[in-house]
């Protein structure tokens, strides 16, 4: 079984900086992206941020400039640094991994998310 945790969320202000973390545990035998999501009030999810197992990057257009994606692979973790928060950066943000498990074939995996609020 696999899980993803995450962690970092919380209340900023405009302007403010966050991190956010997500590990992933379990019966992991290849990782073949990890990646954030979010979801605000009244809109549909959207992709913010994703590191494949080759290291390329592919961010959202709202957060492009702003927010970095890393990895640490020996811990199976990855970061979302958030800079120049604005309060539409408000949201739920879900940690999704693509990997395989002891079985044939890959899947992906959500983390139950983390609220990061940015207001004054």
């Known amino acids: 079984q696999v899980q993803l945790v995450e962690s970092g969320g919380g209340l900023v202000q405009p302007g403010g900086s966050l991190k956010l973390s997500c590990a992933a545990s379990?019966?992991?035998?290849?990782?073949?992206?990890m990646g954030w999501y979010r979801h605000a009030p009244g809109q549909e999810r959207e992709l913010v941020a994703i590191i494949t197992s080759s290291g390329s990057t592919n961010y959202g257009d709202s957060v492009k400039g702003r927010f970095t994606i890393s990895r640490e692979i020996a811990k199976n973790t990855v970061f979302l640094q958030m800079n120049s928060l604005n309060p539409e950066d408000t949201a739920v943000y879900y940690c999704k991994s693509n990997l395989r498990t002891l079985g044939d074939y890959a899947e992906d995996y959500w983390g139950k998310g983390t609220l990061v609020i940015v207001s004054s």
């Open positions: 379990g019966s992991i035998r290849s990782i073949y992206a």
